[in-house]
């Protein structure tokens, strides 16, 4: 699983462009990717601060949707003053989610998710590996 909380921060006056992304994005997510498992948004207590927490089921399916067409469709850098992406890992018992793994991926991907891969990597932090229970 691939499981990643996104910090985000939108420049001024671009709040109701950016809901109207998020809503579009959520939607063809949920409809066009099987192997979504989370995909949302929240507004922040902080003006012009987001939150997305996304899980995939595993890391091609996180970089499969990095380069739908539809997420690549939107100008997010008129929009996006700031992001720090941050993979997150689920305390076992508290979510239903399983653990967060870069896992291997396929030999034979496209020049575009091998890109991709090279962007996005996930980050298994060593201090998770005592607390992941079964």
Request: some cysteine.
């Amino acid at each position: 699983m691939a499981t990643l909380l996104c910090h985000i921060e939108i420049n001024p006056g671009k709040e109701e462009e950016f809901e109207a992304v998020m809503k579009e994005m959520y939607r063809r997510t949920h409809a066009e990717e099987p192997n979504c498992v989370r995909y949302e948004y929240f507004r922040g207590a902080r003006p012009n601060l987001y939150y997305s927490l996304l899980s995939f089921v595993d890391r091609l399916s996180f970089l499969q949707h990095q380069v739908s067409d539809y997420h690549e469709g939107f100008d997010f850098a008129s929009m996006i003053k700031h992001i720090e992406m941050e993979w997150v890992d689920p305390v076992c018992g508290a979510s239903p989610l399983r653990p967060t793994e870069s896992g291997e991926l396929p030999q034979d991907l496209s020049e575009v998710i091998k890109a991709a891969a090279k962007i996005y990597q996930i980050d298994v932090q060593d201090w998770w590996q005592k607390h992941r229970k079964a």
